[in-house]
């Protein structure tokens, strides 16, 4: 069974401010091979150490025997292959299966990404977000459509993200934020 991590789940509880933590999602059966383990936490530290890794980006991360796949949506073509480039020199890395999918240019979908990261980040309740190394609530847009992905608190602060989102133009806003309670529960479940 692969071992599977979302990189942009953060864990607010259980670590520090900006940094990320290992949260396998593993069936209870399943005892993860150490050796995968430590390549999943490579590759998270490498992900979210990527100077153009940024919240208008999401990413997610599975390991099964050495190889790592990483899905997910990139604003920019030069940042996929950075991050195969990065992933692919980590010790114990056999192969990287790619599927990060390049977002097309639009001026439409930028200033709304803009528009959102500001009314999101700018709010009161999400200062101490903003303040983190990478903050964890990710703004994905494409065709006007808007995906909110990564890890809140609380519900109230899921709910809140999501009526900011809304108050622009964007033909759609789908809610993908995780509370850290539901995050423990994941990891609770899976030990």
Known sequence: MPLRMFVVLLSLMAVSPGTASAAPALAPHAAPDSKDVRILDDVTSTVNGCPHFTIF?????????????????????????????????IAGVK????????????????????QIARAIYGNANFWTYA???????????????????????????????????????????????????EMRGRRDSSQ
Do not use: C, W
């Open 131 to 181: 303040a983190m190394r990478n903050p964890p609530i990710h703004i994905i847009v494409a065709g006007s459509r808007v995906i909110l992905t990564g890890l809140v608190r609380t519900e109230t602060d899921r709910r809140l993200a999501q009526a900011l989102a809304t108050q622009f133009n964007a033909l759609s806003v789908s809610n993908e934020l995780k509370t850290d309670a």
């Open 95 to 114: 192969q990287v299966v790619n599927q990060l999918e390049v977002l097309p240019a639009s001026s439409f979908d930028d200033t709304l990404r803009q």
């Open 57 to 89: 980006d999401d990413v997610s991360v599975g390991v099964e025997n050495g190889v790592v796949t990483l899905v997910g949506k990139m604003t920019m073509g030069y940042k996929r292959d950075e991050l195969q480039k990065r992933v692919t020199a």
